[in-house]
């Protein structure tokens, strides 16, 4: 019975180890940037490997490039006037000149039908009408934009979701 121990413990120690490398062998290195990601140059677009963190996501937008055989559809652009982070039960509050809100706009763009967030990895969304506003929803809980629908001008919400903290733009179309 002693022998039959050491089979089943080196079995077991074998797959433990397999499912290590095969993590590391499936996955890339990516040499991801101080926002925890990095341009895909199959796509042209860029991506995260992970949800980083509150301080990168207050400065994380990259100008998103498509590649010619993506053919997305822009549905929205806005630019933030403002934002408020609340971190550990803390609101601060930042208002954006026009030059500074280049690097914070919202892009939600449409592709087969499918509704994504360019502007934050490329999330996707689902789409909510409700009268007057149109509420697009990350399919992962991340967050949400809120669009007023008005005849001249669109003004907007977009709330991010890092925990605990987040951080609200407030906009509107460009």
Avoid: C
């Amino acid at each position: 019975m002693y022998p039959y121990k050491i089979i089943n413990i080196s079995i077991f120690l074998f797959i433990a180890i397999l499912g290590i490398y095969t993590n590391e062998l499936v996955s890339h290195s990516g040499r991801t940037d101080k926002y925890g990601g990095h341009n895909n140059r199959k796509t042209g677009g860029y991506h995260y490997h992970n949800a980083g963190t509150l301080a990168d996501q207050n400065n994380s937008y990259k100008k998103t490039t498509l590649s010619p055989i993506q053919k997305e559809t822009i549905i929205f652009e806005g630019l933030p006037d403002k934002r408020i982070v609340i971190q550990n039960f803390k609101p601060s509050e930042q208002s954006f000149s026009k030059k500074e809100s280049e690097k914070y706009k919202v892009l939600i763009t449409k592709k087969d039908g499918l509704y994504y967030w360019a502007s934050r990895n490329f999330k996707p969304l689902s789409k909510q009408d409700s009268g007057m506003y149109t509420i697009y929803i990350a399919k992962n809980g991340s967050g949400y934009i809120k669009i007023q629908n008005n005849i001249l001008t669109k003004v907007y919400l977009e709330n991010i979701h890092l925990g605990l903290d987040t951080i609200t733009y407030f906009g509107e179309n460009k």
